[in-house]
């Protein structure tokens, strides 16, 4: 059953509402019916059940909508747009596809007087009352990348357009400047490195799977030990599911070529041991690797992968994976670290298992995580109104 609550906010502000529906189309229908035409939409997000009911049930639209203290809701009123392109447009601010309701009849829908701040964690507050930079900060946005994208010299236009308009342009803004990275081609030979955690061997294991079943080659394994243990049990398994031969001797290594590359596996390298990055860059340069391959666990503070960037200069990494992608509520402080890295971006990867989610579409995926929900809600309601 879907819930509508209102609280009293005041002479001058009105009322606000919070209805909880299962479709746009839905939220449209009850608040033309239950509070009148001249209802604002304040914010839409979209929430999920508790527990196991969010892996049972549909997810559903938290609407936020106010009414005018002393409006009647329905004669003054003429709409700006339709019901039908009002609809429309509410389900195209929803990141995530929300599944259809079926009809509900609208006596199911009670208003009732509550405390407001206990049922919401704190009431959405108008579009007007933030300029673009502080609605950044507010929901989160790095400050790292505000402070370079208020250095571009089209900031002062950003800074006062429409919050949509600021988000797309934004958005092209980053992805022309991502374009920008100087690529390198993945060899033959390609070496994975990293810290201990951060997710080397599964990120390894998900390279071999897309070879395998994706680039249809047969690649290799070798696993380097380089003075420091480097158990085999985890990926020996996985190399013998997949068909792909592991070795822990180079000089048994068979011809090299695109249908046979090589991967290796070092241990994890210690960030503040620099002495193990440079040993590690002696063994690659023996075995002529030119593809290296720094990965980072991008949950991790900024600072850690920025030192383990400089370590891995050691090695002369030539390339970046990020790893627990799922874990990051958003992508934004990536982006000055892959932008300023001078590391060619080569994958995201999600999940902790060698079944998660590997992707090579770098730029499709930052963008998907740069701009929180709530970021989005706002800038639609900047521009509808029922």
């Given at each position: ?24 189309e ?15 939409v ?24 106010q ?34 309701s ?48 208020q ?7 950003l ?10 342009n ?7 400047r ?10 033959d ?44 049990d ?9 068909g792909?031969?592991?070795?822990r ?19 994890g390298?210690?960030i ?66 892959i932008?300023?890295?001078m ?8 999940g ?31 521009y509808?109104?029922?």
């Amino acid at each position: 059953m879907s819930l509508l609550e209102q609280k009293k906010l005041g002479e001058e502000s009105g009322k606000k509402f919070r209805l909880v529906v299962r479709s746009a189309e839905e939220a449209v229908r009850v608040i033309r019916e239950k509070l009148g035409d001249n209802a604002k939409v304040i914010s839409v997000r979209q929430v999920g059940g508790e527990g196991l009911k969010r892996f049972i049930s549909s997810p559903k639209l938290e609407v936020i909508a106010q009414v005018l203290e002393g409006s009647d809701g329905k004669e003054d009123f003429t709409p700006e747009l339709s019901e039908e392109k009002d609809s429309r447009n509410l389900s195209s601010t929803i990141s995530e596809p929300v599944k259809k309701s079926q009809d509900t009849n609208s006596d199911d829908y009670k208003l009732s007087e509550v405390d407001y701040s206990k049922t919401i964690e704190s009431a959405p507050e108008s579009i007007e009352e933030h300029n673009n930079s502080e609605l950044l900060s507010k929901f989160g946005f790095d400050q790292s990348l505000l402070s370079d994208i208020q250095s571009w010299s089209n900031w002062e236009d950003l800074r006062n357009a429409p919050l949509g308009d600021m988000l797309k342009n934004i958005t092209i803004g980053l992805s022309d400047r991502f374009k920008g990275v100087e690529t390198m081609e993945i060899t033959d030979k390609i070496a994975l490195i990293g810290a201990p955690g951060v997710g080397k061997t599964t990120t390894l294991c998900k390279f071999l799977a897309h070879e395998v079943f994706m680039n249809k080659t047969i690649p290799n394994v070798l696993k380097v030990e380089n003075g420091v243990p480097n158990p085999d049990d985890a990926l020996r398994i996985f190399c013998e599911v997949v068909g792909v031969t592991l070795y822990r001797e180079e000089e048994s290594l068979p011809e090299i070529n695109s249908e046979n590359p090589l991967f290796l596996d070092f241990p994890g390298l210690c960030i503040s041991e620099i002495d193990e990055w440079r040993n590690c860059n002696e063994v690659l340069d023996r075995l002529e690797v030119k593809t290296r391959i720094l990965v980072v666990n991008g949950a991790y503070d900024r600072d850690i992968i920025n030192k383990s960037i400089r370590s891995a200069r050691h090695l002369n990494a030539t390339h970046i994976a990020i790893t627990h992608y799922d874990e990051m509520t958003n992508s934004t402080k990536l982006w000055p670290i892959i932008l300023n890295s001078m590391l060619v971006p080569v994958c995201i990867c999600d999940g902790q298992n060698v079944t998660g989610d590997f992707s090579t579409s770098v730029l499709n995926q930052l963008i998907s995580k740069t701009f929180p929900k709530e970021l989005y809600s706002k800038g639609f309601t900047s521009y509808q109104r029922f």
